[in-house]
């Protein structure tokens, strides 16, 4: 009984082909149109995906709260002797201070993100820099870097290093160097800070720590690493829902193109329809030839499709996307995310692109198979 | 096995302006092992009649028995099966569909029967030798001559091996000396217990000497059903 089934439907899916193959400029069409809509859906959800994955492994490793000063609603520096003002709050394992800063560099129109790092080995004048740098000032270990002061002054700085290309995602504009030759560069102060950060033990008490800082310092603010997360999360969404609206007239296109393919049936598909109908074939033959029909087309559209987006992605950087998703950055990194696939996602993916297609193509089917024969053939 | 039709009305488009009364209550009888023929011009109901009785469309009123089975009132599902087992047709424009080659449009009828693909291709390839087609196995039916691709339409009919044989104008498309020889294999046909049903406005078709009883319509109605050996 079930070799009996599974032959019939090896025969079914056989003259499935044959059909496919039989309309082939039709079905190759129509398969090219599903890819481009699944890849360019598939291409968004993974990229934003995979960068909300990134943000979230790369504060995994940052502190559990910063410690901000605040002055008349703006971010102002914080004055060091605030450490010793926290005092030993319960909970806290570590606190420093932190400095850093933007540069606009006029050169190449970007603007780098100065931090301070203490694995410099001459402190006032070498710098280690990202690889977005690099490539934009077309600069080498060994070769120099000149950045202006406030006042004018010029400073040159030797390439000591370049950053892990792994973490070019975070570190292209990434410029380390030593915290003297910060205050010296950005004219701040000894006994200052930009900000000040500090590690908590138990995850669960990071609230209350915060709780217990604004009573403290009332003029800091304290920036939990979830909420950093959760600022990440809402930008890549709210960039994710603009280019979903971007690409709506191109789904609507391939809606109303499915639609009409599926829903007007040529004369030849009900002619055919009707003949298999009169040598024998049931309404459920007909159906299930036309279910693998619509399985197969829109499986395969849906695999070569969500294959490409994840190479686009994860092998291309998603160069088709990265102006909308990466934001202002002049410096685009060239990175390679973390290849990573949620089965959530994908499953609803499947769910929207597979399954109103072969809904779309069975009514139809349905309609058609169920007239008598000799009406469909007249 | 006895056809009896009682009755039979078709109406198409009913309440509608266009309302067609195509057959207004016809009653006849097809004995086994015969070839019968309707004959009549074209919009005589003679087709749509041949339909009812191969389950390929259903009687608006009345009552069609195949054997001691009613099968007017039968649902869609069974009526797939006794189309299945009980028919096999051959159409006016032979119906072949195009692209598959001839081995393929021969073995369609079987496939959901799921029957092994070896004793498949066996059978359609004895019919195919049977009716001198089987050079042109692996050709696709748009290379075959007229004559060719109806000989294809008789294979495909007779792959589920059915006791009734129907077909719908099969000279139309073919001239004389094809005619002849449709005419001769219908005999064979007839010779192996087959009862055969042709519907035909065509002399050479129905003043065979082939042709058991002629059935002469007009206007949806029976004007003569007379046996020709008693005419």
Not at chain 1, 98 to 114: F, S
Request: one cysteine or more; a neutral charge.
């Amino acid at each position: 009984m079930m070799w009996l089934f599974l032959r019939k439907q090896k025969y079914l899916i056989d003259f499935t082909l044959s059909s496919l193959l039989r309309r082939k400029g039709k079905s190759l069409g129509l398969l090219a149109v599903y890819i481009l809509i699944v890849f360019m859906l598939a291409s968004v959800t993974l990229f934003t995906h995979a960068l909300r994955k990134e943000a979230g492994l790369m504060l995994q490793a940052s502190p559990e709260i910063i410690v901000q000063r605040m002055q008349a609603g703006r971010h102002a520096l914080i004055p060091a002797d605030y450490l010793q003002r926290i005092g030993r709050l319960r909970g806290v394992t570590q606190k420093e201070g932190r400095l850093w800063g933007y540069y606009y560099d006029p050169a190449v129109k970007a603007n780098y993100t100065i931090m301070t790092a203490g694995q410099v080995a001459a402190p006032l004048t070498e710098i280690i820099i990202g690889t977005g740098i690099a490539r934009a000032r077309g600069l080498a270990v060994g070769d120099y870097l000149t950045l202006r002061s406030q006042n004018g002054e010029a400073f040159s700085f030797e390439i000591a290093a370049l950053l892990d290309e792994k973490s070019e995602l975070v570190s292209a504009d990434l410029l380390l160097m030593s915290p003297q030759a910060f205050r010296r560069l950005f004219n701040v102060p000894e006994g200052v800070y930009t900000d000040l950060v500090l590690s908590v033990r138990n995850p669960r008490e990071v609230r209350k720590v915060a709780e217990k800082l604004t009573l403290q310092l009332p003029d800091t603010r304290p920036i939990l690493r979830e909420e950093v997360l959760r600022t990440y999360d809402s930008v890549f969404s709210w960039r994710q829902g603009i280019l979903f609206v971007l690409l709506t007239g191109s789904i609507l296109a391939f809606v109303i193109f499915a639609w009409d393919k599926a829903s007007g049936l040529s004369a030849e598909e009900r002619r055919e329809i009707g003949i298999l109908k009169a040598v024998g074939w049931e309404t459920a033959d007909v159906m299930r030839m036309k279910f693998w029909e619509g399985m197969i087309i829109s499986l395969s559209a849906f695999m070569i499709g969500y294959l490409a987006a994840y190479a686009h992605v994860f092998y291309a950087s998603a160069s088709l996307f990265e102006p909308v998703l990466k934001g202002w950055a002049v410096l685009y990194p060239q990175f390679r995310l973390t290849p990573f696939v949620d089965g959530l996602q994908l499953a609803t993916l499947l769910f929207f692109t597979v399954l109103p297609y072969i809904v779309a193509t069975i009514i139809p089917i349905w309609r058609t198979s169920i007239t008598d024969p000799d009406a469909v053939m007249r | 096995m006895l056809i009896q039709l009682t009755d039979i009305k078709k109406v198409f488009n009913q309440g509608k302006p266009n309302e067609f009364w195509a057959i207004q209550g016809v009653s006849l009888e097809f004995e086994p092992n015969r070839v019968s023929c309707l004959k009549g011009a074209s919009g005589s109901g003679k087709t749509t009649l041949l339909s009812m009785i191969g389950c390929l469309s259903r009687p608006t009123s009345g009552r069609i028995q195949l054997g001691e089975r009613l099968i007017s009132s039968l649902p869609e599902r069974f009526l797939t099966d006794v189309r299945r087992h009980t028919f096999g047709f051959i159409f006016q424009r032979f119906n072949l569909i195009p692209g598959l080659s001839v081995l393929e449009n021969i073995m369609l009828p079987a496939y959901p029967l799921g029957l092994p693909y070896k004793r498949l291709v066996a059978t359609a390839q004895h019919l195919l030798h049977q009716f001198n087609l089987s050079t042109k196995a692996d050709n696709p039916v748009e290379w075959l001559s007229g004559g060719e691709a109806q000989r294809v339409a008789i294979c495909r009919a007779l792959i589920n091996d059915p006791q009734i044989l129907i077909a719908d104008e099969p000279t139309a498309n073919l001239d004389s000396k094809l005619s002849y020889e449709f005419m001769g294999l219908i005999d064979e046909l007839r010779q192996t217990g087959k009862t055969i049903l042709i519907t035909s406005h065509d002399p050479e078709v129905f003043d065979s000497a082939v042709v058991d009883r002629v059935v002469e319509m007009h206007d949806g109605v029976v004007l003569d059903s007379s046996l020709k050996d008693v005419t």
